[in-house]
């Protein structure tokens, strides 16, 4: 298998998995959102942990440790990313929660959107005429949903830039996909431990510790996060943030069919609308790409072939 095609295999499943994730946050949603996210990040951190001890890698942590904090551009980067990766989190468990998961789908159609514009303007990536029209449709798209449900969807609004940054810093850093992931969780590890101690401490807590599927669900936050999260980093190293971008469109369709045919939220006319010319972006830009990707042979070529 090629880089390109583990690439593409890795990082679509990812989206698939984060696709299906609002019915797994929706069995825990008598859990406030910040209980939900303190134990997200410190299970994440337990299971990278488990990963990395049972792959027998732990020298190979070491010695990208040394070389993260040995470069502070690096540090500060993946300090950065650890940020802005629970920022998402808190705010798309917030959304799925508080029944929302119909704006949190818009959130991951502007993300695509937002990754091409960083392809472009951070990483220098080159569109074509019929590429920015493709593009331009999925903004109309997006620009009529935002209109049409009454205000700025701010909810959306910050699960498209903090994902779309995320994944610019991962393409950017070049340090190993599995310890990067075991560092952003272990940043954030000790404060989401001091604040889970607290709320248990003081009375504040909504989690049960008892044994009981509400308890499973919690502590299983760390497989669904961690999981999707690796398969995301090592695939993203293989393929242009450009593909990224489509590819996103995997994790906010499945949560579009999710939020109407099992939680019934409405899918308006207004919807309907924007969901249309956001696919029909989606192809063009999608058979645009595809064209310019094939290999082309050269007169030049097939002369020396035939000689």
Do not use: C
């Not at 899918?267 to 058979?287: E, K, N």
């Amino acid at each position: 298998m090629s880089n390109f095609a583990k690439g593409m295999l890795l990082t679509a499943g990812a989206y698939v998995i984060w696709g299906v994730l609002p019915i797994y946050w929706k069995q825990i949603e008598s859990v406030s959102s910040l209980e939900i996210i303190a134990h997200r990040i410190f299970w994440s951190f337990i299971f990278m942990l488990v990963y990395i001890a049972v792959t027998g890698r732990w020298q190979y942590l070491k010695t990208n440790l040394t070389y993260i904090f040995s470069n502070k551009k690096k540090t500060i980067s993946l300090i950065l990313a650890s940020i802005i990766i629970s920022t998402n989190w808190l705010t798309y468990i917030f959304a799925v929660n508080q029944g929302y998961i119909l704006e949190a789908s818009l959130g991951y159609y502007i993300n695509p959107f937002v990754s091409i514009l960083l392809a472009f303007f951070v990483l220098k990536e080159k569109f074509s005429k019929g590429e920015w029209l493709a593009i331009f449709i999925v903004f109309l798209g997006v620009l009529y949903m935002s209109l049409g449900v009454g205000g700025i969807p701010w909810l959306a609004l910050t699960l498209a830039i903090t994902f779309g940054v995320y994944g610019l810093i991962k393409k950017t850093i070049n340090i190993d996909a599995t310890y990067a992931l075991a560092v952003e969780t272990a940043v954030l590890a000790p404060l989401a431990l001091i604040y889970i101690i607290y709320l248990n401490v003081t009375g504040g807590n909504t989690l049960d510790f008892g044994f009981n599927m509400e308890t499973l669900y919690t502590t299983g936050t760390g497989v669904v996060t961690a999981i999707p999260l690796l398969m995301f980093a090592i695939g993203a190293v293989y393929i242009p943030l450009s593909v990224i971008g489509l590819l996103q469109y995997i994790g906010p369709t499945l949560m579009l069919l999710i939020s109407i045919f099992i939680y019934g939220e409405a899918f308006t006319t207004t919807h309907q609308i924007s969901y249309s010319l956001i696919w029909l972006g989606l192809v063009i830009y999608t058979i645009l790409r595809f064209n310019n990707s094939r290999p082309k042979r050269s007169k030049k070529t097939v002369k020396l072939t035939d000689s």
